[in-house]
């Protein structure tokens, strides 16, 4: 059974930063396409950077220049650096892992994704 479990959401003021981290387990960890999620209160869930088995990285228009995604395979985890944060960044991020290696869209719901994490809230006050 996949299990991503995410963690260091929180409330940080606009131009803060914050890091998102996701261990993933429960299945055979190879080069597959993970990818981060958002979703605020009214509003559907958004792609916003994905990270495909080919090492290939997309982000959402709306935080390139300002999030950083990575991954470090050996020790199964998935990593959002989020710097210049914005009140609109404020929703629940979602982890999610796609068993094949290439990614849907960054600009889907991530419909496709195999698992999902039960997300973490980041709060970004003005």
């Known amino acids: 059974q996949v299990q991503l479990v995410e963690t260091g959401g929180g409330s940080v003021q606009a131009g803060g930063s914050l890091r998102l981290s996701c261990a993933a387990s429960?299945?055979?960890?190879?080069?597959?396409?993970l990818g981060w999620f958002r979703q605020a209160p009214g509003k559907e869930r958004e792609g916003v950077a994905t990270?495909?088995?080919?090492?290939?990285?997309a982000y959402a228009d709306s935080v390139k220049g300002r999030f950083t995604i990575s991954r470090n395979n050996a020790k199964k985890m998935l990593y959002l650096e989020m710097n210049n944060l914005k009140p609109e960044d404020s929703a629940t991020y979602f982890c999610a892992a796609e068993l094949a290696s290439y990614c849907p869209r960054v600009t889907s719901s991530g419909a496709g994704m195999d698992a999902w994490g039960n997300g973490t809230l980041v709060t970004v006050t003005s």
């Open positions: 990270f495909d088995g080919h090492g290939t990285i």
């Open positions: 429960g299945y055979t960890y190879r080069r597959n396409c």
